[in-house]
C-alpha cells in the first residue's frame, strides 16, 4: 500500500507542475501536445491509486465531502441546464478536476515535507510567471505572458494575492541568503505585477492578504519589523509604479476616473442579471458555465458566488461556503495540536494558508475562480496539514525536534485511532 500511495504522491506532484508552471507555453512543440487530456488522465490515475489506501470515505475530512457534494449537485444540473452540452461539459472538463484536486492534496499527502513540496510548487510558479510577464510586459493591462490559467489580468492578479502569504513563508522559513533573497524579489515582482494587470478585484484581494499576512506573521508572532518593511516596500511600488494605477484604483469608489474602459456599470448589471436568476432558478440553476449565454450579456458573472448560484443553484453556493467555512476551523483546530505549538514551520504553513483565504474570499467577490484550480488546491493543503496534526502522536510530538520534516500517517498505532478526525 506504500508503493502504491507514493505512485498516486509523484504523479500529484506532475499534475501540479504541469498545471501551474506550464511548461507546454515555453517548450517548442509541446503546444501540439494535448495537455488538457493529459492532465486529467494523470490526475485520475493518481486519484485511483491514492484511494488504495483511503477507501473509508466516513474518516474523510468534511470539506472533501462537501466538496464531492458540490460536484454532484453540479452533476444534478446538468439536465435542468439551459444547453445541456456544454453543462456536460463543463462538469466533466472544469469541475472533476476541481474535485480530483481537492480528494488528491487532501488525502495522500503523508508528510510535511510532501505538503510543502506541492505548495513550493505553487508559489515559485506564480512568482516565475509574474517575473516572465514584468518582463515582456509591452503596455495595457498585463496578462500572463504563457496564457493559460494565468492569461486573464484579472486571474492573474487573483492568483498573485492568493499565493503571496504562500511566498512570503518560504521568505521567512528559508536560512540562505540568497534563497531569501530570490523570494523578496519574487514578492515585490509579484506587487509590481500586480500593478500593472490594472485589477482593481487582485488589488481588494492583495490588500486582504497582506493585512492577514502582517497580522500573522508580524503581530501573532512578534515580528514587528515586518510592519516596517512592508509599509517600505509599498511606498518603493507606489513611486515605480504606473502613472494612471492610482486612478484605477480611486475609480473603485469614485466615478469620476475611467482608467482601460471603466465597466463599473457592466459590472453592477451582470451581478444583479446573476442575482435575478439565482431567484428564478434557485434549486438548479440555468447549468454550468452557461450564464453567459442564458443572460444575452456574454459575460460572466465576476462574482465567484453568484456565478455558483445562477449556474447551479443556491444549494451548490451553501455547500461551497460551507466548505471553506471548514478549511478555516481546521486551521483554527490546528492551533490547538501539540505539533503546532512545538513546531514552528506548522505555524508557518497555518498563518499563510489562514492569509490565503483571506485574500481569496475577498478576490472571489469580484472575479470568477469556481473552476479554476488554485481555491480547491488550498482547500485540499488545509485538510493534508490538520490531517498530520490530528494523527501525529501528539504526546511524542513535543520530543520530535523542529526541523523534523516526515510526520508519517501510516502505521499508526491503535490507541491513535482517537485521535482521528471524526466525519
Known amino acids: ?30 503546444g501540439k501536445i494535448p495537455i488538457e487530456k493529459i492532465l486529467g488522465g494523470i490526475a485520475l490515475l493518481a486519484l485511483i491509486f491514492g484511494l488504495q489506501s483511503r477507501s473509508n470515505f466516513h474518516a474523510w475530512p468534511r470539506e472533501l465531502k462537501l466538496l464531492g457534494a458540490m460536484f454532484c449537485w453540479q452533476a444534478l444540473s446538468v439536465p435542468f441546464s439551459y444547453y445541456i452540452g456544454g ?21 495522500i499527502v503523508d508528510s510535511v515535507s510532501q505538503l510543502r513540496r506541492l505548495i513550493f510548487i ?57 534563497v531569501k533573497f530570490l523570494w523578496f524579489a519574487g514578492i515585490l515582482i509579484m506587487g509590481r505585477g500586480l500593478m500593472l494587470t490594472y485589477s482593481r478585484s487582485g488589488f481588494l484581494a492583495l490588500a486582504v492578504a497582506v493585512m492577514f499576512s502582517l497580522y500573522e506573521f508580524g503581530i501573532r508572532n512578534k515580528r514587528t519589523y515586518l510592519l516596517w ?3 517600505a516596500c509599498a511606498v518603493a511600488l507606489l513611486i515605480v509604479g504606473p502613472q494612471s494605477y492610482g ?4 475609480s473603485i469608489v469614485s466615478n469620476d476616473v475611467q482608467v482601460y474602459g471603466d465597466a463599473k456599470e457592466e459590472r453592477y448589471e451582470l451581478l444583479v442579471e446573476s442575482v435575478k436568476i439565482t431567484l428564478s432558478r434557485p434549486i438548479f440553476g440555468v447549468g454550468p458555465g452557461q450564464f453567459a449565454s442564458y443572460s444575452g450579456m456574454w459575460q460572466p458573472t465576476h462574482n465567484t458566488y453568484t456565478e ?17 467555512r471548514e478549511c478555516f476551523a481546521s486551521l483554527v483546530k490546528i492551533r490547538k495540536t501539540t505539533l503546532y505549538q512545538n513546531d514552528p514551520d506548522i505555524q508557518m504553513y497555518t498563518s499563510a494558508l489562514w492569509a490565503g483565504f483571506a485574500g ?37 510530538a513535543a520530543k ?8 508519517s500517517t501510516k502505521a499508526l498505532p491503535g490507541w491513535m485511532t482517537a485521535w482521528r478526525r471524526s466525519p
Request: hydrophobic share 55%.
Open 87 to 107: 453543462a456536460l461539459a463543463v462538469v466533466t472538463e472544469k469541475c472533476v478536476k476541481a474535485l480530483i484536486t481537492g480528494l488528491l492534496v487532501g488525502l
Open 229 to 231: 518593511i512592508a509599509g
Open 400 to 407: 520530535v525536534p523542529v526541523n523534523e520534516k516526515e510526520v
Open 247 to 250: 486612478d484605477r484604483i480611486r
Open 308 to 324: 455558483i448560484s445562477s449556474e447551479a443553484g443556491i444549494p451548490a453556493l451553501v455547500l461551497f461556503l460551507l466548505m471553506i
Open 360 to 396: 481569496y474570499l475577498s478576490g472571489a467577490a469580484f472575479a470568477v475562480t469556481a473552476t479554476q484550480l488554485f481555491p480547491y488546491f488550498m482547500v485540499g493543503y488545509a485538510c493534508a496539514l490538520y490531517r498530520l496534526c490530528n494523527e501525529a502522536p501528539q504526546s511524542a
Open 122 to 178: 505553487q508559489a515559485a510558479s506564480v512568482a516565475f510567471m509574474t517575473f516572465a510577464s514584468v518582463l515582456l510586459y509591452k503596455g495595457g493591462r498585463m496578462g500572463g505572458v504563457l496564457g493559460g490559467v494565468f492569461d486573464n489580468p484579472n486571474d492573474l492578479a487573483i492568483a498573485i494575492a492568493l499565493n503571496f502569504p504562500l511566498c512570503l513563508m518560504f521568505l521567512m522559513l528559508s536560512k540562505n541568503p540568497i
Open 1 to 30: 500500500m506504500k508503493s502504491s500511495n507514493g505512485v498516486a504522491y509523484w504523479t500529484l506532484v506532475v499534475f501540479s507542475f504541469l498545471y501551474f508552471a506550464r511548461p507546454e507555453d515555453f517548450i517548442p512543440g509541446m
